[in-house]
Nanobody, 122 residues
């Protein structure tokens, strides 16, 4: 079992930056692909970014490419999401998730955090 806790969300103006942190406990994340997903009100949960177990493979959703960066520190059992040039459309609850595969589908992920709210004001 892996427990995931996200932090770092908040309210920021358009063009601002935030860095989300996902702290894991219970088991090392070194065997898991780690993903970030988000869910806006009345919308389905959508893929944002993922990173492979060694941190050398990453995939991003088109809307965040060039603005968001996912990274991980397995020694700290932590995953990060640096978000720059934020837009109102990025407003959502952001979730961290862990998976043994390498998928952009949220239903493939077994372990989830509780989420952290990101609000971008215009």
């Amino acid at each position: 079992q892996v427990q995931l806790v996200e932090s770092g969300g908040g309210v920021v103006q358009t063009g601002g930056s935030l860095k989300l942190t996902c702290a894991a406990s219970g088991r090392t994340i070194g065997i898991y692909t780690m993903g970030w997903f988000r869910q806006a009100p009345e919308k389905e949960r959508e893929f944002v970014a993922l990173i492979g177990i060694r941190g050398d493979s990453t995939t991003y959703a088109d809307p965040v490419k060039g603005r968001f960066t996912i990274s991980r520190d397995n020694s700290k059992n932590t995953v990060y999401l640096q978000m720059n040039s934020l837009e109102p459309e990025d407003t959502a609850v952001y979730y961290c998730a862990a998976d043994l595969g390498f998928s952009v589908r949220p239903e493939a992920y077994h372990y989830w955090g509780q989420g952290t709210q990101v609000t971008v004001s215009s």
